[in-house]
Antibody, heavy 118, light 113 residues
Framework: QVQLVQSGAEVKKPGASVKVSCEAS????????LNWVRQTPGQGLEWMGW????????VYAQKFQGRVTMTRDTSSSTAYMELSSLRSDDTAVYYC???????????WGQGTLVTVSS | DVVMTQSPLSLPVALGQPASISCRSS???????????LNWYHQRPGQSPRRLIY???IRDSGVPDRFSGSGSATDFTLKISRVEAEDVGVYYC??????????FGGGTKVEIK
C-alpha cells in the first residue's frame, strides 16, 4: 500500500521559512518522482516542483525559483520541501505526491496546512 | 506554460443522472512516445486529490466503471454515467508532458441537485 505521510500544520510569520516533510513507503523516493503541489484556500492546484527518482535532481516551477528547496533523505525515506521568505499568500495546503516518469502524479499525501500570519 | 481550461465551473446533477466535464489544453498533449499524458483527479471536501484516470482513458485500480475518459490532442472529457452521492467534490484535469510546470485545470465542482 502506497503511503505518503506528511508533517503537521505550521503557523509562520511573514518573512520566515517553513520546512514540510513527507515520509514515503517502500522504495517510493528511489523509484518515483516526488512532487510538491500546493492548494491555496478555495483555489485550485499549483505544482511547485519535483525530485527525480534516480539522481535526486530537482526541477522547480519558475514562480518558486529562489524560494523553494526540495531535498530527500533516502535512508529515512523522507522528502522535504522548504519555502523561504513567506508571504501571506503562501498560506495553503502543501501536498507531496509521487508519480511515474510519464504520468507524473498518482498518489498524494494527506496535505500540510501552512498558515502565514503576523 | 500550458493552460488547462475546464468547463463548467459548477455542475449540479441529480442522482442517477449523467455528468460530463470538459478540459481543453492550449497545446497538444501527445508525447513523442505516442502516449497522451492527461490525468483526471477527484477531490472530496477535506480530502487529498485522488487520481481517477491517466493517459486520457485508463481508469485507476478501484475506480468504478461509471467513470470514463476520452479525447485527444487538446480536447478531453470526463464522463460519469450515473452520478452517485460519493461523486460530489471537485474534479481536476492535469497535463504531464509540457514541464515545467505541470499544470492543472481550474476545477469543476460537482454537486447533487
Amino acid at each position: 500500500q502506497v503511503q505518503l505521510v506528511q508533517s503537521g500544520a505550521e503557523v509562520k510569520k511573514p518573512g520566515a521559512s517553513v520546512k514540510v516533510s513527507c515520509e514515503a513507503s517502500g522504495n517510493t523516493l528511489t523509484d518515483y518522482y516526488l512532487n510538491w503541489v500546493r492548494q491555496t484556500p478555495g483555489q485550485g492546484l499549483e505544482w511547485m516542483g519535483w525530485i527525480t527518482p534516480n539522481t535526486g535532481d530537482t526541477v522547480y516551477a519558475q514562480k518558486f525559483q529562489g524560494r523553494v528547496t526540495m531535498t530527500r533523505d533516502t535512508s529515512s525515506s523522507t522528502a522535504y520541501m522548504e519555502l523561504s521568505s513567506l508571504r501571506s499568500d503562501d498560506t495553503a495546503v502543501y501536498y507531496c505526491a509521487r508519480g511515474e516518469s510519464g504520468d507524473k502524479i498518482d498518489y498524494w499525501g494527506q496535505g500540510t496546512l501552512v498558515t502565514v500570519s503576523s | 506554460d500550458v493552460v488547462m481550461t475546464q468547463s463548467p465551473l459548477s455542475l449540479p446533477v441529480a442522482l442517477g443522472q449523467p455528468a460530463s466535464i470538459s478540459c481543453r489544453s492550449s497545446q497538444s498533449l501527445v508525447f513523442s512516445d505516442g502516449n497522451t499524458y492527461l490525468n483526471w483527479y477527484h477531490q472530496r471536501p477535506g480530502q487529498s486529490p485522488r487520481r481517477l484516470i491517466y493517459k486520457v482513458s485508463i481508469r485507476d485500480s478501484g475506480v468504478p466503471d461509471r467513470f470514463s475518459g476520452s479525447g485527444s490532442a487538446t480536447d478531453f472529457t470526463l464522463k460519469i454515467s450515473r452520478v452517485e452521492a460519493e461523486d460530489v467534490g471537485v474534479y481536476y484535469c492535469m497535463q504531464a508532458i509540457h514541464w515545467p510546470p505541470l499544470t492543472f485545470g481550474g476545477g469543476t465542482k460537482v454537486e447533487i441537485k
